[in-house]
T-cell receptor, first 113, second 113 residues
Framework: GAGVSQSPRYKVTKRGQDVALRCDPI?????LYWYRQALGQGPEFLTY????????KSGLPNDRFSAERPEGSISTLTIQRTEQRDSAMYRC???????????FGSGTRLTVV | QKEVEQNSGPLSVPEGAIASLNCTYS??????FFWYRQYSGKSPELIMS????GDKEDGRFTAQLNKASQYVSLLIRDSQPSDSATYLC?????????????FGQGTELSVKP
């Protein structure tokens, strides 16, 4: 596609529910990244993929968070048993190859009530 | 010590002046450096990248890198009210080999007419 597409744009969920956030990167981009951004802060790294391989998941806060990119294109970030502290803007980005600047999607605003 | 540090601001400059935004990073092996602009409520947008010591100019923007001092800066000449945004410094430690970008907290710039 023309840009990085994320869905849904907004998600309100009850505490304890699972949520899945989707990212569709720019066509042909090898690298895909997930970040979380709190208000007034810079993006915080969560995980990234080259093709379908998860290269680094050191930023995932705990084992309730997981991500996959099974066919090397669309990626899903899943949060199980959501907690209020998971509320944030979740941003996906992609780049042609690693080491270069990213293009960010519009983000998913997650609110856990 | 944070990996990437920026003054949070706000930095206020009059229209037409030069805005100077600064960033320091902790990891000496860092190889790639980026500046992103983020308007309120929007996603970060890549505006400059720099990979070697010295200056890199693009229109009204100049990025400066000093690896010995672990310092990168962004100068905006002839500042316009439309430049008012948060500017994020980002550092990648793995030149052309993939790897995550580490972001600073951002510096809020306000350009007064």
């Amino acid at each position: 596609g023309a840009g990085v597409s994320q869905s849904p744009r907004y998600k309100v969920t009850k505490r304890g529910q699972d949520v899945a956030l989707r990212c569709d990167p720019i066509s042909g981009h090898v690298s895909l990244y997930w970040y979380r951004q709190a208000l007034g802060q810079g993006p915080e790294f969560l995980t990234y993929f080259n093709y379908e391989a998860q290269q680094d998941k050191s930023g995932l806060p705990n084992d309730r968070f997981s991500a996959e990119r099974p066919e090397g294109s669309i990626s899903t970030l899943t949060i199980q048993r959501t907690e209020q502290r998971d509320s944030a803007m979740y941003r996906c980005a992609s780049s042609l190859t690693g080491g270069y600047g990213y293009t960010f999607g519009s983000g998913t605003r997650l609110t856990v009530v | 010590q944070k990996e990437v540090e920026q003054n949070s601001g706000p930095l206020s400059v009059p229209e037409g002046a030069i805005a100077s935004l600064n960033c320091t990073y902790s990891d000496r092996v860092s190889q790639s450096f980026f500046w992103y602009r983020q308007y309120s409520g929007k996603s970060p947008e890549l505006i400059m990248s720099i990979y070697s010591n010295g200056d890199k100019e693009d229109g009204r923007f100049t990025a400066q890198l000093n690896k010995a001092s672990q310092y990168v800066s962004l100068l905006i000449r002839d500042s316009q009210p439309s430049d008012s945004a948060t500017y994020l410094c980002a550092v990648n430690m793995m030149n052309n080999q993939g790897g995550k970008l580490i972001f600073g907290q951002g510096t809020e710039l306000s350009v007064k007419p």
